[in-house]
């Protein structure tokens, strides 16, 4: 067996951004990575999709997206061959809870990411559904599309080839689009979108393939995390009931496969109420898992901070405090903002007002709207509305969804408002740029 400080299996945002760090602080790590460098993300996911977002037709994105994903591969690559790091290509597999194929370390870190979740749907064989690598690897326009599930992966690629010229079906079993969205912002998007020519058949559930009148069907019904082949029934771990590996708020591995799992949306509503003491058991507390396959925020920068949280946490001491504990509250984590590049596009941070409403939180919500934008009507960008959550009399911002020209932007800021415990009252005293979108959010706050 080969000795060495680290071990990280999986070379995406998280496992990437680990072995940066950890070999930056001179830790010797192997990363063990049995395809691509970058993941999910840079390969098959954002980076592809967003290229396909601002293409302007089929065949511009067709040529692109190759090039963009090659140039930030590279990039990835570079860092990879920092002399403290050894980028193993092939997949790891646990030997035992210290050994990974012919390594041993102190420390591991699982970060193999998540793949698509299959429906069992009968006729998933017909040679007409794929998944979004299938979409994207498509080498023409297909004529009538067919997404079954309305959520950030289904209606992005609506939006994106309606865009292109195909006629689009977006099937969906729940009542709403985007359920991770507030309800009231994800209805006028999807009524937006159906006014632009896209369709959208709520409340209906696909039974047989053989049904649906498409030349392409794309399987959008959400992701899983992947864990399959990694040898974990070698060291004793029980998965979740989503198939997520349970960890504690530090991301070791845990026996508590039962915990609750926290999403960006919710985290909020568990920092406002008391958790039970919950840590590592002692089998596993040399054995981290980040990202998507711990199931808490399937999100590429959620990923890259539980790294630092993680590299913070081996090099300092499991005890340690790591920057994070510079916010006045709670760790970065709890206000992880997630963006939807629809046209136009939508971003959430902390609860809905749905789900402030379910866990009876006293709130105050102050809406705001594109259309009294002098930016975004110069930029004829009317479409979008922002609402802003927070404790009553103006007090501390609770949360923040949007759509419209420039959500995304104007959700990063309340993000960073959040970690720092930001008021309402605060922010009326914060100076914004005019004209820009972002006026919105203080129109917002102004209410």
Known sequence: MISTDLIIIGAGPGGYRAAELAAKV????????GSEVGGTCLNVGCIPTKTYVHSASFAEARERMPQVVEQLRS??????????????????????????????????IIATGSETKWLPIKGLDDPRVVDSTGLLNLDTLPKRLVIIGAGVIGMEFASVFHRFGSEVTVIEFLKECLPALDSDIAKRLRKYL???????????????????????????????????????????VTLAPNGAIPV???????????????????????????????????????????????????LAHAAEFQAKVVIDSIVNGNNAQSDSSLFTLHSPLSYCPAAIFTTPEAACVGPSEDQLKEQGIAYECRKAFHRANGKAVAMNETEGMLKLFSEPDAGRILGCHAYGSHSADMIQEVSVLMCCGATVKQLRQMVHIHPTVGEILFTAAEQ
């Not at 001179?26 to 990575?33: I, N, Y």
């Not at 006014?195 to 959400?222: C, P, R, Y």
């Not at 920092?271 to 039970?276: D, I, V, Y």
Request: charged share 25%; proline share 4%.
């Open 26 to 33: 001179g830790l010797k790590v192997v990363v063990f990575e």
């Open 75 to 108: 990039g990835v690559e570079s860092i990879l061959t920092h002399p403290n790091i050894t980028l193993v290509r092939e997949k790891g597999v646990f030997v035992d809870a210290h050994t990974v194929n012919d390594y041993t370390a102190k420390n591991i």
């Open 194 to 236: 159906e006014k632009q020519g896209i369709t959208f058949k709520m409340k209906t559930a696909v039974e047989n393939i053989a049904d649906i009148d498409a030349d392409v069907i794309l399987m959008a019904t959400g992701r899983k995390p992947r864990t399959e082949g990694l040898g974990l029934e070698k060291i004793g």
């Open 248 to 298: 504690d708020d530090n991301y070791h591995l845990s026996l508590g496969a039962d915990r609750p799992i926290v999403n960006c949306q919710l985290s909020i509503i568990n920092s406002l109420q008391a958790k039970r003491p919950f840590g590592p058991s002692d089998q596993f507390s040399n054995i981290y898992a980040i990202g998507d396959v711990n199931g808490r925020q399937m």
